[in-house]
């Protein structure tokens, strides 16, 4: 059993896919220490690992419905959860909200969370059935960690100083991750 072996679960396809879920797991550390530099960079590289391992499963001919799964794993740890700890944490870092604020920004957060567990789940079941075509039907987790990313950017640079603001705004991605919106494949 090799690393380019179809049936290998840790072909190299997949080792991409764990690594990806590794640089998610260490950012998180990361974070919660404060040190959102390094877990910014971390989530660049699991975003590289998530576009590689791709090209290889495709490229060698390794795509299976486990290495579809663990995938959207990967996904889920470094495009969901990850972007949602970084926002959380700063917003919390960077203003005074009372012990009610955070928790319901804290709510948020939960809703973006379950929206891109959601939207993984469907566009899987999708894949399982063969109905993915040319668009993805919302917007892709990938893309929603992006426009988190953002949203921190414009709280850390103060364009957006408002925690709840932000709250809103993040309420607004987690509802487009699932919404009818056509966003056409890379």
């Keep these: 059993m090799g690393l380019f072996d179809k049936e290998n679960r840790f072909n190299a396809a997949n ?11 260490i950012a998180i550390y990361f974070i919660v220490k404060g040190d959102f530099l390094t877990a910014i960079i971390l989530a660049w590289i699991a975003g590289a690992l998530d576009i590689a391992d791709g090209k290889v499963a495709r490229r060698y001919h390794l795509s299976t419905e486990f290495g579809v799964q663990l995938d ?6 470094s495009f969901v959860v990850m972007p949602s700890f970084l926002l959380f944490y700063a917003l919390r870092g960077e ?4 012990d009610i604020g955070e928790l319901l920004v804290g709510v948020v957060f939960i809703f973006y969370i379950i929206s891109g567990l959601r939207r993984l789940i ?4 999708k894949v399982d059935a063969g109905n993915v ?9 990938p893309l929603g960690a992006i426009l988190l990313w953002v949203l921190y950017l414009l709280s850390s640079y103060r364009v957006i100083e408002n ?6 705004l ?7 991750l699932n919404s009818k919106m056509k966003i056409r494949h890379p």
């Design 15 to 25: 080792l991409i896919s764990f690594g990806n879920i590794a640089a998610g797991v």
């Design 72 to 77: 959207s794993f990967a996904d889920f740890l």
């Design 95 to 98: 203003s005074q909200m009372s």
């Design 122 to 125: 469907e566009f899987n079941l």
């Design 133 to 141: 075509e040319k668009y993805f039907e919302g917007v892709p987790t």
């Design 163 to 168: 925690p709840y603001a932000i709250a809103g």
């Design 170 to 176: 993040v309420i607004v991605i987690a509802w487009s």
